[in-house]
């Protein structure tokens, strides 16, 4: 009846994902991280250390300058671009976000940016231009809600959303169907179907005790308490940004199997 839909519960349904993880480093991808605000860059921290941990190739982290004394020695390659009188990114970081984007092989928007229009209108614009792989979560999908109207139109974006978020963007956009929180998990599967038929994004997101990935129409889900997961998979490691984070460097090594990979990510340690 849902031959879009594929259940991840015994094991990995994609282990020849793993099996292409490139054995040289200098091969294995590079990632850019993008995020942080004055006092914020705990899941700037952690999403570096992960996509290390996680085997990319390389790891750049670009941030506020007023981060500058904060930033600990452990992240060894960081990007300060000049930040505003709020303490977040400043439109005079177009420069600093074009350059660190030219290295990149995939971009994570890892979030804890406030919400200074100067900023959102720097990161929108970066977001709706970048031909680059590029990972939306946490709050970052907050700061761009406004621009997701253009942003879906792309298939180089990768959304990891909560609940709650999903349904602020299909709101945005108007989406014809309405998401709730009580809905059956089977409807929630058609409609991430369609709706990334309608949208060339990736979209994942929990619900019902599962991992749901959607892309190009194919769906993925993945219980939390399954065989395959393993307790490797927690709503607190979606939200701090470690899950999203191993995705993007997944999906850097498979772009052309996003929901296959974003679903092999989320079960290997």
Known sequence: MYDYWQKQTEK???????????????????????GGSQGNFRAVALAYETALRSGAGAVKVLVPDVLKKT???????VVFAPSNTSGGFSIDAKNDFLAAESWADSIVLIGDTNKNSE???????????????????????????NSFGEILNQDN???????????????????????????????????????????PVTLGLLHAENFIVASDGEVISTPLNSTAANGK?????????????????????????????????????
Not at 17 to 33: F, M, N, T, V
């Open 119 to 145: 900023t959102a209108i720097l990161l929108e614009d970066f977001a709706k231009t970048s031909t680059k792989q590029i990972l939306i979560t946490r709050d970052a999908i907050d700061i761009l809600m």
């Open 12 to 34: 990995a349904l994609f282990p020849e994902i793993e099996w292409s993880k490139p054995e040289r480093k200098d091969q294995a991808g590079r990632i850019l991280i993008i």
């Open 71 to 77: 930033i600990p020695p452990s992240i060894t390659d």
């Open 233 to 269: 998979i927690s709503p607190l490691k979606i939200w701090s940004g470690e899950i999203p984070t191993k995705i993007a460097v997944y999906e850097t090594w498979s772009p052309k199997q996003k929901a296959a990979a974003a679903a092999t990510a989320i079960v290997m340690s």
């Open 157 to 199: 974006i990768t959304i990891i959303a909560s609940f709650a978020q999903t349904q602020k963007i299909f709101q945005t956009v108007f989406y014809p169907k309405i998401l709730t929180s009580s809905m059956q998990l089977t409807n929630l599967i058609e409609t991430l179907h369609k709706f990334t038929i309608t949208y």
